[in-house]
């Protein structure tokens, strides 16, 4: 749908809610003016809010994606996430030989 016909649409609609919302909460026709007028103003800003966000959405996803340096910061990120890994599993092998080792001195202490 164009954002011209969404406009239109949704002014409508808010010209039909705010005759329906005049007629059950006004007693006299300057009421029913009143809520007319404010509820289809307020539609028919809200619906170029909406369509300017729409478009403005799809511009910004028109630009290239520079998928050649996303690639490269993702292997050196995973790079560095094997370092930190290795380091990872270098630090439990000693608490573990340290675990180790105390449980022993534990058992040679208690005998």
């Known amino acids: ?3 011209e016909n969404f ?3 949704f002014t409508v609609q808010g010209f ?3 005759i329906v919302f ?3 909460k006004s007693f006299d026709a300057v009421g029913l003016f009143t809520y007319t007028f404010l509820i289809t103003a307020f539609f028919y800003l809200f619906s170029h809010i909406v369509v300017a966000l729409y478009y403005q959405t799809i511009s910004v996803r028109a630009y290239r994606f520079p998928k050649d340096n996303h690639e490269r910061e993702l292997d050196r990120f995973v790079g ?3 370092k930190r890994e290795k380091v990872i599993d270098s630090a439990c092998k000693l608490t573990d030989m340290a675990i180790k ?3 022993e001195d534990l058992k040679a202490s208690d005998a």
């Open 1 to 3: 749908m164009l954002g």
């Open 7 to 9: 406009v239109y649409f």
């Open 16 to 18: 039909f809610v705010g």
């Open 22 to 24: 005049g007629i059950l």
């Open 80 to 82: 560095e996430i094997n």
């Open 101 to 103: 080792m105390n449980a």
